[in-house]
């Protein structure tokens, strides 16, 4: 056994407190990975038609309705559609109907806005977006909380 000098004795304490440190971040760090806002099965669904990305975040799905934040990016394509119209929701394979569109009209290659159902979601269905009228329909799929 080697005898711990003052310089051992340094160097394993930094070591310790390297290793305690890292572990506080790595602990942090798990804590930090789940998103507190977002219930579980909701999120932003990121989904390629064509050359139109379309990013889909379900903002409500409960005994209210349905309401999405929609978000369309393309180089190439006008967005002109209309998007209540364009838009259908499915419950449990069920076709929702009454969609309202609040956000920016048509044209351009960037829109945003508040895609929203008032059929009541119960909680465990399955949710199915379908986007249609762009290159490709664009369909987003998630679970009722």
């Known amino acids: 056994m080697l005898p711990v000098t ?13 290793l305690l440190i890292g572990g506080a971040i790595v602990w942090w760090s798990v804590g930090r990975t789940t998103t507190e806002s977002e219930p579980e099965g909701m999120g932003t669904r990121t989904v390629r038609a064509g050359a139109v990305e379309v990013r889909m975040t379900a903002l409500t799905l409960d005994g209210s309705g349905a309401t999405f934040r929609l978000e369309f990016d393309t180089h190439s394509v ?29 044209g351009g290659h960037h829109r945003e806005g508040t895609l929203s159902f008032a059929t009541p979601i119960p909680s465990g ?12 329909d664009a369909v987003g799929t998630w679970t009722a909380p």
Not at 79 to 93: E, P, T
Not at 125 to 136: A, C, I, K, N, Y
Request: proline letters at 6%; zero cysteines.
């Open 125 to 136: 269905s399955g949710v199915e977006l379908h986007v249609t009228g762009l290159p490709q």
């Open 6 to 18: 003052p310089h051992r004795r340094t160097i394993i304490l930094l070591v310790m407190a390297a």
């Open 78 to 106: 006008t967005l002109d559609l209309d998007l209540a119209s364009a838009s259908q929701l499915r419950v449990n394979g069920q076709q929702a109907m009454g969609a309202t569109w609040t956000g920016s009209g048509p």
